[in-house]
């Protein structure tokens, strides 16, 4: 069962005893010499899961690495584009793209507006928001050209990963200023009366100071579907940004960093219920960092804040939506024995909303200390057991005015709750090829402010009806059993890996219906609904050559079935597609690169709102088939012309319940310098 002692699980092994420095998770992440590591392995590295450098093929959790090569290839032009042209090629990841700025992407099913199961970070900062619950992509201050690799872990990692990390983890790593040297400028115009453009520059301040500089732009018209259905949704959408990144060695065993970002967007986004919006949104953040190497460990730390203004015109949001985000982590990450490692990490966050509307210009905030523990161990060269446990302790607050003649004042939010997550994986190098890894899983969805401190009222008809948050709101618990199969055929240049899971989610949270408080007053609240149960099963087959030929095909299967309390308005189980079929074919040959991308992804139904009942409905949207591609020439060793093109096989096609995504052409140009 546990193989022979092959070289290659000798190198990984030997990594493990000599390569930690530097090497911690998040704070980080970017301290890391990966092209010396990539060269070592013939392969991405990773070391989001357990700190120390691991292969995909040796993380304890079921994770896939996307390459800048595969960015590049995919035909995505900016961060926005990623999980449409990105994210939905690979198996286990549903997308439904909302708009030209916007998508909804969950993991191992259960997708909706504003995916709130989805952890996103950059280096380990999250971008998620903690209003709604939620990453807009077009806000994540990163330009293409600066990624190194995106990490993608599915299924419940809140232990490895941290807070809300539910369904699943996306963590995109950009090149260090201090190791690499990237410098692009980069232009794109095409259909839609879309341009834009990008440029990132890296240098060495002095010897042991880098510095990486990008920003980028762009703005088009948006589909044909929003600009058909009235004024609210006829606005150009638009998205500039710009950030600043710096590492600098602090004599022979310390790293230092600072990171500035600022980002605004406008976008249509599908909302809550399956509505449209038109939404504006700025944000920024600071965050600095530092990891050094000591006689009890490598110790990291970092302290970052985020904050986000959103003006929801489609909800006519009087003032806007302000959040802001404050974390701190510290780990120490600890080699006990040449084949252990330890990793304790202590964190504090502060989240806090305010809203003339949605809160009543109140504020409302939570408070959030947790500790994790991590132990990797590897009892074997070929066998790895890597176990993680988190507790969070949330308290809950809310200050500001109430409203008049309801029976809540702030002090009915003062609130906490305690959860746990865990993680649990053993990966078996059964031979240099084989690869068995079993998992099983637990995390913590926590709800989200709104969930927690919505305060509106509206009068019709002499009656008073208000929308109020539930201060007593469990979380949502994910747990999920996993089991998987790993096979490289390098003479071949072929790669199989298959994964069956099960996962069951608790204490779901839904909007109630409304109930009379009293004669003149309706109230409308949060509530914890009941469970669901999945079944899945992914398959992926790769082949490359040398020649320069690509071929990949993936297949998803989900079934997801509700024990729901009452008729709420989830529709979980059927708003997951059922089979999902991902195919892509490339060619190199000299300077000239072809791809060609196909998905298949079978009907699903969301809930939409009845505009003028105020009732839910099933609403179907039909599967579909899409064909991307993309042809790129290298006119120089610095100088690339791309043209690339979306849904080529049909005019436009649905993938929710808001307008039909178009057909789009894209030509891009690109600089190295």
Not at 418 to 427: E, F, H, K, R
Request: proline share 3%; glycine share 10%.
């Amino acid at each position: 069962m546990f193989g022979s002692f092959n070289s290659k699980a000798t190198k990984l092994l030997l990594l493990s005893c000599t390569a930690l420095a530097f090497s911690a998770s998040g704070a980080a992440a970017q301290t890391i010499n990966y092209g010396s590591l990539e060269q070592m392995f013939g392969e991405p590295v990773t070391t989001s899961a357990t700190g120390k450098p691991q292969t995909v093929s040796d993380a304890p959790a079921n994770m896939i690495i996307i390459t800048a090569e595969d960015i590049r290839r995919s035909g995505a032009v900016t961060i926005a584009d990623v999980p449409g042209r990105v994210l939905q090629n690979y198996a286990g990841i549903d997308v439904q793209q909302a708009s030209l700025g916007s998508a909804n992407v969950g993991i191992n099913g259960y997708d909706q507006p504003y995916s709130p199961k989805l952890l996103v970070l950059v280096n380990g900062r999250q971008v998620y928001l903690d209003d709604y619950g939620y990453t807009e992509w077009a806000t994540i201050p990163v330009e293409l050209a600066e990624i190194r690799q995106i990490e993608v872990v599915k299924g419940p990692a809140s232990a490895l990963f941290g807070f809300n990390a539910v369904n699943g983890a996306i963590n995109i790593v950009t090149y260090s200023p201090l190791y690499d040297t990237v410098r692009e400028v980069t232009a794109a115009g095409g259909s839609g009366n879309y341009a834009g453009g990008s440029a990132v520059l890296t240098g060495h301040i002095v010897d042991d100071v880098g510095l990486r500089l990008s920003t980028g732009a762009y703005g088009g018209d948006e589909f044909d579907g929003w600009k058909r259905s009235g004024a609210n949704y006829a606005k150009r959408p638009d998205r500039f940004s710009v950030s600043a990144d710096s590492l600098a060695k602090i004599g022979a065993h310390t790293v230092a960093g600072i990171e500035l970002t600022s980002t605004s967007s406008q976008q249509t986004d599908i909302v809550t219920g399956n509505g449209a919006s038109d939404n504006f949104y700025r944000t920024w953040s600071a965050k600095g960092s530092l990891t050094s190497e000591t006689p009890i460990g490598v110790i990291s730390g970092q302290v970052y804040h985020n904050a986000a203004h959103t003006s929801v015109d489609g909800l006519a949001v009087s003032g806007g939506l302000d959040n802001s985000t404050t974390v701190a982590q510290l780990s120490d990450l600890l080699q006990i024995t040449p084949a252990q490692t330890v990793r304790e990490s202590i964190e504090y966050r502060h989240n806090s909303m305010s809203s003339e509307q949605l809160t009543n210009g109140g504020t409302t905030s939570y408070d959030v200390i947790a500790d994790s523990l991590m132990w990797d161990w590897q009892i074997l060269p070929t066998l790895s057991w890597t176990n993680a446990g988190r507790v969070d302790h949330l308290s809950l607050s809310r200050s500001g005015a109430t409203l008049s003649g309801f029976n809540r004042d702030n002090s009915y939010y003062d609130h906490s709750l305690t959860a746990y997550s865990y993680n649990s994986g053993l990966v078996d190098k059964v031979t240099d090829e084989d690869s068995v890894r079993v998992a099983i899983g637990q995390a913590i969805q926590a709800p989200s402010l709104l969930d927690f401190g919505t305060f509106q009222e509206a009068m019709r008809g002499g009656k008073t009806y208000v929308v109020a948050g539930e201060a007593s709101l469990k979380p949502t618990l994910v747990k999920k059993y996993e089991a998987g199969y790993t096979r490289t055929m390098p003479e071949y240049g072929v790669t199989l890996s298959s994964s069956v899971y099960y996962q069951k989610t608790d204490e779901m949270n839904a909007l109630l219906a409304p109930y009379a408080l009293n004669a003149s007053t309706v109230l409308t609240t949060d509530g914890n609904v009941g469970s669901s149960d999945e079944r899945g099963f992914e398959a992926s087959v790769g082949y490359k050559t040398k020649s320069g030929v690509a071929l990949d095909a993936n297949y998803t299967l989900a079934n997801i079935r509700e024990k729901l309390n009452g008729d709420y308005p989830l529709a979980e189980e059927k708003g997951t597609p059922t089979n999902k079929v991902n195919l892509h074919a490339g060619y190199t040959i000299g300077s000239l690169e072809l791809d060609a991308y196909g998905h298949y992804v079978s009907h699903i139904y969301q809930q939409t709102i009845n505009g003028g009942t105020g009732s839910t409905q099933l609403t179907g949207v039909p599967g579909y088939f899409e064909l991307d591609a993309r042809v790129a020439y290298h006119l120089t060793n610095s100088v690339t012309a791309a043209l690339s093109a979306s849904s080529i096989d049909v005019a436009h096609h649905q993938e929710d319940t808001g307008a039909a995504v178009d057909h789009r052409v894209m030509g891009t140009i690109g600089v190295k310098f």
